[in-house]
Structures are given as C-alpha cells and as structure tokens.
C-alpha cells in the first residue's frame, strides 16, 4: 500500500464515520459539526485525486458558507423541546431502512467482487487539470462566451433584485 492509498483509506475512513455520527447525534449543533468534519474530509479526498480546485471550492463552499447558514438557522429554530423531535418508527423509517440494506448489499458486491487490476488508472494530464490555473485557462479562452453570458445574466438579476427591494422600500 502506497502513502496516496493510506491517506484516501484514512479520510474515507473518517467521512465514513463522520457521516454516520452526523445521522446519530441528538443535538442539531452536533450533527452540524460532524457534517462539517465530512466536508472537510471529502475536500482531502478530492486532493487525493488531484482535483485541487474542487478540493478549495468544496471547503469554501460548503464547509464555509452553507454551513455557517446551517448553524445560524439551527440557532434561531430553538428547538428546546426533545419531544417534539423524536421518531416514530413508520412506513418511511422501514422504507429507509430497506434502502439502506440494498445499498450496503451493492456496495459489498461491488468491492467484494471487483479486482484491483479492473480500476482504471489516472491520467498523467490529470495532475495539470485539476489546478486552479487551468480550470482558469480553460474558463477564458474555450468556455469565454459562456463565461460572459452568464455574467450579464448575474449582474441583470442584481439589478432585477435592486429593483424590487426598492420599490418596496418606497410603497
């Protein structure tokens, strides 16, 4: 086993675990901050396969600003009452549970039944295709029109936006 191959078991390790704690915890805040350890995790992952700007995206992303909106919105919901959050077990929580089974049944046949020699490998150009500079070049000189489409379209939908919340400023 190679350095690369014990680092990407060790992090799928701990999404794994991570993501598990996150489904068992009671408390929201909890839960929250094992999603985030997930997140952060699947960011490692993502170094492990050289894609360094989906690794950087991804925690920015994710594990910055929709986790922060996640911890605010748990925060004003007060949920101080265990009550009403606890689970009945019903026609979802079994149909749940029957997913689950498949899906631990397909997961073990597909690892259990395919040899390491079936993976495909990486390609060499991989390495340069992942990093922030050329996802840059790629982004303003093939993909150039679209680029610039979409933003004219972000910046009509600003001012669409300035718009409205003016003119209920004014009423």
């Known amino acids: ?3 690369e ?12 675990f991570s993501a598990v704690m996150m489904l068992l915890q009671r408390n ?19 170094l ?12 920015i ?3 910055g600003a929709i986790m922060v909106l996640f911890l605010f919105v748990i925060m004003l919901l007060n949920l ?20 689950s089974v498949g899906l631990m049944i397909e997961l073990l046949y597909i ?7 079936s993976y495909t490998q990486l ?9 922030v500079e050329y996802v840059g070049k790629v982004l303003f000189t093939k993909f150039l029109f679209p680029f610039e489409i979409t933003s004219f379209l972000l910046l009509a939908a600003i001012i669409g936006a300035v718009l409205l919340a003016k003119k209920k400023l004014v009423q």
């Not at 191959?5 to 794994?16: E, P, R």
């Not at 690892?111 to 020699?117: A, D, E, H, I, R």
């Open 1 to 3: 086993m190679t350095f």
């Open 5 to 16: 191959q014990g680092v990407f078991y060790s992090l799928a390790g701990i999404t794994v």
């Open 28 to 46: 929201p805040v909890n839960s929250a901050l094992f999603l985030i350890l997930n997140f952060f995790c699947l960011g490692g992952l993502y």
């Open 48 to 59: 492990t396969l050289n894609a360094q700007f989906i690794a950087l995206v991804h925690i």
């Open 61 to 63: 992303v994710y594990a």
């Open 80 to 99: 101080g009452d265990d009550k009403r959050l606890a689970e009945h077990l019903g026609l979802r929580m079994y149909l749940g549970i029957a997913f």
């Open 111 to 117: 690892f259990g039944f395919n040899t390491p020699s």
């Open 123 to 131: 390609s060499p150009a991989s390495v340069e295709m992942g990093t």
